[in-house]
């Protein structure tokens, strides 16, 4: 499986993006679909997930403002990011788990100015 992201950017303050994923490739049942962010000198964090099912889970700090959402049938996520904030700038990882098998998607930058 093969993950292909797109979307990131630079942006100010207060106004927003659109990340796309896209998985391809041999897929049997890709369950949940997300995504993670990693500030420079910080952790990886899970910013939103969501499930084949539709349901979805957020970070705190981005509830609100961030929506995910999904099309099973184009095996695709997105995430809605609206009043974008400095402390949102990080790579942003697309993550899709195909039964027990974790995949990860080469990051992309999202920059927020102030």
């Known amino acids: 499986v093969q993950l292909q992201a797109s979307g990131g950017g630079l942006v100010q303050a207060g106004g927003s993006l659109r990340l796309s994923c896209a998985a391809s490739?041999?897929?049997?049942?890709?369950?949940?679909m997300g995504w993670y962010r990693q500030a420079p000198g910080k952790q990886r964090e899970l910013v939103a997930g969501?499930?084949?099912?539709?349901?979805?889970n957020y970070l705190d700090s981005v509830k609100g403002r961030f929506t995910i959402s999904r099309e099973n049938a184009k095996d695709t996520v997105y995430l809605q990011m609206n009043s974008l904030k400095p402390e949102d700038t990080a790579v942003y990882y697309c993550?899709?788990?195909?039964?027990?098998?974790?995949?990860w998607g080469k990051g992309t930058q999202v920059t927020v100015s102030s």
């Open positions: 993550h899709a788990q195909d039964g027990p098998v974790d995949y």
């Open positions: 490739g041999i897929i049997s049942n890709l369950n949940t």
């Open positions: 969501i499930t084949s099912g539709g349901i979805t």
